[in-house]
């Protein structure tokens, strides 16, 4: 049976009343009429003043009649920042009294299936940067775009809540530049490259050291303990899938679905149920390592190969060809 600490799309646990509400207030305030982005959700006016729980499946509804009734094109960014104060009387205290920001973000994951179950970020280090890869944790398919974004928005708003000040992120789009740039830079700040190979965040370790204005570790370690006891979901299951894939590069589709306690079918049923199949996800974590490897660290082949498990170089190269598109001369090369 699989573990029941493995949030899923279809399961009612993500609370109306912070994340509903919000997206529904800030479309309403700019015309929406809130039956319309009510219809078809199965989501009503009454369950978003309460902690009546709704899934996945029904905020991306939500998402998709948001994006049609809302006048503008900063939807995600002004969803995001109101994320922030939405959940001012939850997780949110213990971002606040942390000693500084580093640790705010190595304690995003902890509290990840409340505060942003749609995306999740794998973390690398390199030199003295800090780069968040973001990735599809709840199977949002065309509504990533739309999720990474607030991720990314709600990011910025938490650092300056926690800081006071404007932290500087870099982020990466893997889509082309936008004619409407500006409401991108007035959410996100003008550090944006577009046509990138992932989603990802990037900072400098010093800045992540900036003070937080409440620090109190005691107040804390409180609020930490509050959360835990009420948190029924550790992870989502397609992220429990990925670290797996990421610990275990050789792991067999039945072997997955042994250690899960499923039968293969069911593994492979669970991921089509997420839009994904066990293969995209291995190829997508092999893609993701293979550029960062290239293109980031500008490590030659033999490096790369032997960090990610290969030990013949021309089967790494084909496989980096294949995951990617380009050689690994050419991802070093841009």
Known sequence: MLHQQLLSRNDKALPARQLANALVQVAVARGADEQKLLRGTGVFSEDLLTDKPISAVQLMKLVGNAQKHYDGDDLAFQFGQYLVSAF????L?????????AESIRAI??????????VSAHRYEYNDDVFLILQDAMGCARHFVFMAETYCAALVALARHCTGKRL???FDFP????????????GLGFRLRFEQPFFSVRINQ???????LQANQTFKQLALRRYKEQRV??????DDVRFRLRHQAAVTLPEMAQQLGLSPASLKRK??????????LHDDIRRQQAVFYLQVQKLNNEQSALKMAFTDVTNFRRAVKRWTGSTPSQLRAI
């Open 206 to 212: 010093q800045a992540l050291r900036t003070p937080c």
């Open 88 to 91: 001012v009387n939850d997780a």
């Open 109 to 118: 994951p902890v509290f990840q299936t409340r505060l942003c179950p749609f």
């Open 93 to 101: 205290p213990y971002f606040t009294h942390t000693q500084h920001f």
């Open 168 to 170: 500087p992120f870099s």
């Open 233 to 238: 979901y550790r992870q989502t299951f397609l």
């Open 271 to 280: 991921l089509a149920e997420h839009d994904t199949t066990f293969s995209l």
């Open 175 to 186: 889509y082309r530049r936008p004619r409407h740039i500006q409401e991108y830079e007035e």
